[in-house]
């Protein structure tokens, strides 16, 4: 449809089929089979007209090409200009098939793996029916605390963030996001959801603009940059005003700075939150603060549709606003070519042949393969020699719930276990015992309980659990080897998932006790959703193989690991912490007048643990043994037009052949402000044979030593730099250069 027609269909609506595309709700109420009252429960207490209904404008993680098809038809059917519904959904890592959770993706530092896997998610979710997904998700996370930190991608690093943002924003956009297999792009949060305040989700941010504009801000200008067709507000308060009706945050810095042009979504209800937060007083005054901020959607509130019509009988420009925000969602529709064809993509036929195919779930093993971080391998005990007689202990051995808290339209039924795997490669060489649950009873019901459900009891509720543990002592006093299968609940991780404990549950902890009293090597397989605290129990442990949340194929892509058939590659995206009590903790940090490494008392230091993190940003461990030696500059003085090259040379001193993650850190010594001990301004992942040796070259230019000052210009300045060359953060190379 061309853009003359959008604007006459735009002048041809009511004031009521205006302010219905500004309302998003879930879908449910339009299928014949919603008996349960799931997804029309929350629809209720918008108190929607039948007259309003039959104007929405989107619908809500309904997906499905015959559900999508059947809700198109009853919608349109009733609907007076025949406008279609957009269809969004949280399809954070997979549609049927579950990819490794965003901050696992994260952890591959392989943008073609991540493209890759975007790509498989948008066509199945295209064909599937979504014309919108809620993702990538890019707030800066430097707190473990924080539940969501499973979305992040980009971790703790601006950088990366930004980088991410690029490449999962064109994966699903394309240039055309009306073709099959493309979908539009949704950013979230904005803006600084990740800096919340103890970790606590939904809680309050306040930190300078400066600081903002340095760390936070850069993923999101990246997404926009690279034509996010859409972005969602955060549910904090960024600076005293909630970000869903912060006009700086989104007139200001957004769309006049940055020039984005597509539509803002609320996220959940964040319109109405506005009034508990204490800034709006009530429902009019928080549509009235909403559209003025520019929010063009209210998802799952009834503040626009119970106010807006009043607010524009008031104020001709408040009206003004609607018809801006209306043309902005009817643009989006005709360029998903909705108007043409109100199914989009949705083709039942191509959902039978590509859903959950065999090649794509190949794929899905080998980049789950590449978010494996290796944090520890003391005596080099992996990978495991196939002679050895194992025993497979733990929740997680025998347990489908690895593909995560967002993973709600994959079927878990078609996920595989290390068990099953096991029994497979190596039938007589391994026994297995459950060893305990993966939470006690009272912990696992709290859970539920604070998701709404009744209690559930866990399976073997009878069973005591000392009777659990001395099965799996009796099963591993026979074996030469222990593998354990710990780590969080899947429930433990995600939104509304904050953490004042981020260790392995009690139980579990026990269980690695009682077992290392055997004096047999204990190998630890870690399912998690955010770093955890393993200070207590590293010691314990011959190896740690961080898998975080990895997806459907995720066990066959394990065992293979843990064999040797393939090398895990992975490197940190967060710092993992010394304790609870250090978060946030982050690589990035700025130098204090007494820093701790001074040996003295009167130091920026913790009395009781190190200062410094339990595994760096960056870290990551190798079936290879890298060494980095003779790292040169071609000069040591550069101009604003000059360039220096870095070079490092890098030999792989093993038998086996795997990936390295090269990383480059600056350092700018002296600045009108205070500046990090290192930033991460380039790597490269690169692939060793065996006894390899290669030199790597980096090129440093001005761009790199930009930074935001006191006034807020982005510049860099004459001075000496620290460059650093690694595998990791810590363990680097270093020298210096001059810019004048």
Known sequence: MKHKKIIELLNEMTIEEKIGQMIQIAGGIFLEDDTNGMLTGPLKDLHLSSEMLYNVGSILNIVGAESVKKVQDEYLSKSRLKIPLLFMGDIINGYKIAFPIPIAQGCSWNTKAIKEMTE???MESSIAGANVNFSPMVDLSRDARWGRVLESIGGEDPFLGAIYAKTIVKAYQGKNISEIGKIASCVKHIAAYGAVEAGRDYNTVDMSEREFRQYYLPAYKSAIETGAEMIMTSFNILNGIPSTVNQWLIQEIMRKELGFKGIVISDYGAIEETIAHGYSANGKEAAKNAINAGVDIDMMSSIYANHLKDLCLEDKEIENKVNESVLRILTLKNKLGLFENPYGNADQIKEKTYL?????????????????VLLKNKNHILPLQKNKKIALIGPYMDNIGITGSWSMFSDRSKNGTILEVFKEKMPNQVIY?????????????????????????????????QDMIDSAIQTAKNVDIILLALGEHYRQSGE???????????????????????????????????????????????????????????????????????????????????????????????????????????????????????????YGLSYCDFKYTKMKLDKHKIGIDETIAVTVEIQNQSD???????????????????????????????????????????DIDINMLKFWNENLEFVAESGEFKVFVGGDSVNVLEDEFELK
């Not at 090649?359 to 789950?368: H, R, S």
């Not at 129990?537 to 190896?543: F, H, P």
């Not at 007494?594 to 009167?602: A, G, I, Q, S």
Request: with cysteine; proline share 6%.
């Open 433 to 465: 015992s459950k060893g305990c649950e993966i939470l006690r009873e009272e912990e696992f019901n709290k859970i539920l309980s604070a998701d709404g459900l009744p209690e559930v009891y866990i399976e073997n509720e009878s069973q005591k659990e």
């Open 120 to 122: 498989i998610s948008a």
């Open 496 to 618: 509304a998932c904050s953490r004042s404990n981020i260790s392995l549950p009690e139980n579990q902890i026990k269980l690695i006790n009682e077992l290392h009293k055997l004096s047999k090597p204990i190998i630890l397989i870690l399912f998690n959703g955010r770093p955890i605290e393993l200070s207590v129990i590293e010691k314990k442990l011959d190896a740690i193989l961080e898998v975080w949340f990895p997806g459907t194929t995720g066990a066959k892509a394990i065992v293979e690991t843990i064999l040797g058939e393939e090398n895990p590659s992975g490197k940190l995206t967060m710092s993992f912490p010394q304790s609870v009590g250090q978060c946030p903790v982050y690589y990035n940090h700025y130098n204090t007048g007494r820093p701790h490494y001074n040996n003295f008392r009167y130091v920026s230091r913790y009395q009781d643990i190190p200062t410094e993190s339990f595994y760096p940003f960056g």
């Open 656 to 698: 086996y052949a795997g990936y390295e993650v090269v990383q480059l850190y600056i350092q700018d010594l002296y600045g009108s402000v205070v500046r990090p001990v290192k930033e991460l301004k380039a790597f490269k992942k690169e692939y060793f044979k065996p006894r390899e040796t290669k030199y790597i070259q980096f």
């Open 356 to 372: 959950m195919n065999p090649t794509n779930l190949e794929k899905a093993q080998k980049l789950a393969q590449e978010t494996f």
